[in-house]
């Protein structure tokens, strides 16, 4: 052990490690301190390994680096292929064409050639960014629990609104630690000031929460924490690490009121802490977009809230989890609104209690009951609510519902900014772009993300659609085939494959899958409004238009966005296609008469 890290100093001498907050500009582009590339003034999408490997680079403009110097950067200890460094710089430098910035130096590495200027980092006084990572498990820990005392930890920080402290957005961090990353390589890529990260193990009867902070720009563990609770009060566990945290990050310079003031200084009862514990098992199980798993939380998140009416987190879940269900065909639309207006109706002073409640109550108003004052009073009361995955894409979906596009770039574009590793956002971008008729950035955007996350099933679902419209039937068929594989119970993913399939002239195995969802919809609800595209493509338009009227009597979620999809152009012009596009008219009339409600 020590003769490899001896052998790894010879042959590695040391390289400068500036501050990760640091700007530059080279050649025709300019690197911001938040890790986002500009070519003039249109934005370059770099994987996090690449953008690592930028940024050690610029570091060390003029000097070369060696291949094991940036292998041991981007990767530190894990094995990786000998063409691993090779393939990372050409696709690199494949982004920052047409400039020949990096230049190969035989039998020694890569030199950054271009003139480089840094701009200036944060002021001294700026917040620190921190990023708080999904803890690992041990062996016999629930899987759960490492994901939900992170975003318990996220959450609560966010809603104390410490001046002192910026949390990093949790989709982009969880996205990247599934990626492999180590704290400093997803501090670095995300431009972080701290990581925190940590391990949770079992200690015969006790729960041990090991917390360590890394300080990103020399790798650093500035300290150190122990936490241990009893097994039976793993709800606790929350709770004792924001106090360390606050302590800590006090410790460090900072001013941090008592995270005491957030939890009623009461024990739990029995009950409540069953309530909770249910709770934390549900909100790992809902959000895993299996139908039997996403039912399973459904009760659990019941069952929560029946037994501690006062745990608001629970109905909060609840209500995304109802949305969800409607969104991936897994409940009628009609039951999702009345689980959701019943669970809103059980919080007397909803507006100022449960505000994270209204988005989803406003998705209800729309798209169940097309009552659109109240969507927008609903949306419009709960306007001040950071970017969260829940939030944003409710309020994203309603303004494409609306056809509302450029509101929805717009929102779009300013969670990538604070969100920029978020796979759901980046494909739902493309999406939006889609619908939109902007082919080309559509296309370009699915691309970006397919690279950044070519495993991703959001990312899969929409370039399974988008792909095909384009001309690559193969890629198409080959992404949706993938995705049905993986996920063949959300029937939205079978039609995208019939769709795909039937791009590709396979339109005898496209039929075979419609006819199929048509006998599962004789035994349980089907989503619909994925199907017409497939008829279109398989060049039956009556069918087409029966089954979005079959969605429209659903009040499907997706309905109204494909009223607006390109995939359907053929159908404009028929009667009953126009019909159902003059309900949106009317509705938008409608509100622009009325005020929305009082609260």
């Not at 047409?98 to 480089?116: C, H, M, N």
């Not at 198409?476 to 590709?504: F, K, M, N, W």
């Amino acid at each position: 052990m020590r003769g490899t890290t001896l052998a790894r100093q010879i042959e590695s001498p040391p390289i400068a490690q500036l501050p990760s907050d640091a700007g530059y500009c080279f050649g025709g582009f300019r690197l911001e301190a938040d890790g986002t590339l500009w070519r003039g003034d249109a934005v370059v999408h770099l994987p996090p390994r690449e953008l690592a490997a930028l940024r050690l680079l610029l570091q060390n403009a003029g000097q070369v680096v060696s291949p094991l110097q940036i292998r041991n950067a981007l990767w530190g200890d894990v094995h990786v292929t000998a063409d691993s460094v090779p393939k990372c710089l050409s696709s690199l430098r494949s982004r920052l064409e047409p400039e020949a910035l990096i230049q190969t130096v035989y039998k020694r590495g890569y030199r950054f050639s271009a003139e480089v200027r840094r701009l200036e980092i944060a002021p001294a006084g700026a917040a620190p960014r921190l990023a708080i990572m999904p803890f690992a498990c041990g062996f016999t820990v629930p899987p759960h629990l490492g994901l939900t005392i992170a975003e318990e930890a996220i959450a609560r920080l966010a809603s104390l609104r410490f001046p002192t402290v910026s949390l990093l957005a949790r989709d982009s961090v969880f996205a990247l630690a599934q990626q492999g990353l180590t704290a400093q390589q997803l501090g670095q890529t995300l431009k972080a000031d701290l990581v925190l990260t940590g391990t949770l193990r079992v200690l015969c009867s006790h729960l041990r929460l090991r917390a360590e902070m890394i300080r990103v720009h020399d790798g650093a563990q500035i300290w150190i924490e122990d936490l241990i609770v009893d097994r039976e009060r793993i709800d606790s566990l929350d709770t004792e690490l924001l106090h360390r945290l606050a302590f800590r990050l006090g410790q460090g310079g900072f001013s941090i009121s008592a995270v005491a003031d957030t939890e009623p200084q009461k024990e739990h009862g029995l009950i409540q802490r069953e309530a909770r514990e249910m709770f934390q098992r549900a909100h790992h199980e809902w959000q895993s977009l299996e139908r039997h798993r996403m039912q399973d939380g459904l009760q659990h998140l019941s069952r929560a809230t029946e037994l501690d009416p006062s745990l608001i987190a629970a109905k909060v879940d609840l209500v995304h989890l109802c949305v969800t269900q409607a969104f991936y065909g897994f409940m009628p639309p009609a039951v999702a609104a009345d689980l959701i207006q019943r669970t809103a109706d059980t919080i007397p002073d909803l507006a100022h209690q449960a505000e994270a409640i209204l988005p989803g109550l406003g998705w209800t108003q729309f798209h169940v009951h097309y009552n659109l004052p109240a969507a927008i009073w609903a949306f419009s009361v709960s306007s001040h609510l950071p970017h969260d995955t829940w939030n944003t894409r409710e309020r994203v979906m309603l303004a494409l519902s609306r056809h509302r596009f450029e509101e929805a770039t717009e929102r779009m574009q300013a969670a990538l900014h604070s969100d920029p590793y978020s796979p759901w956002l980046h494909a739902r971008m493309a999406w939006t772009f889609h619908l939109s008729g902007r082919a080309a950035e559509s296309l370009e955007q699915i691309h970006r993300g397919l690279a950044l996350f070519p495993g991703h099933e959001g990312i899969l679902l929409y370039a399974s659609m988008i792909l095909p419209f384009h001309g690559d039937t193969a890629r198409g068929v080959e992404l949706a085939s993938d995705l049905a594989q993986r996920q063949p119970h959300i029937d939205l993913v079978t039609a995208v494959q019939a769709y795909a399939l039937a791009c590709a002239g396979r339109k005898d195995e496209a039929a075979a899958i419609m006819e199929r969802l048509r006998w599962l919809s004789r035994e349980r609800f089907v989503v619909k409004s994925f199907n017409p595209a497939v008829h279109v493509a398989l060049g039956d338009l009556d069918a087409a238009v029966a089954e979005l009227a079959l969605a429209e009597q659903d009040r499907c979620p997706w309905f109204f966005q494909m009223l607006a999809d390109p995939r359907l152009i053929p159908l404009r012009g028929l009667p009953d296609f126009e019909r159902m596009r003059a309900i949106l008219t009317r509705m938008e009339a409608q509100a622009a008469l009325e005020r929305p409600p009082e609260n």
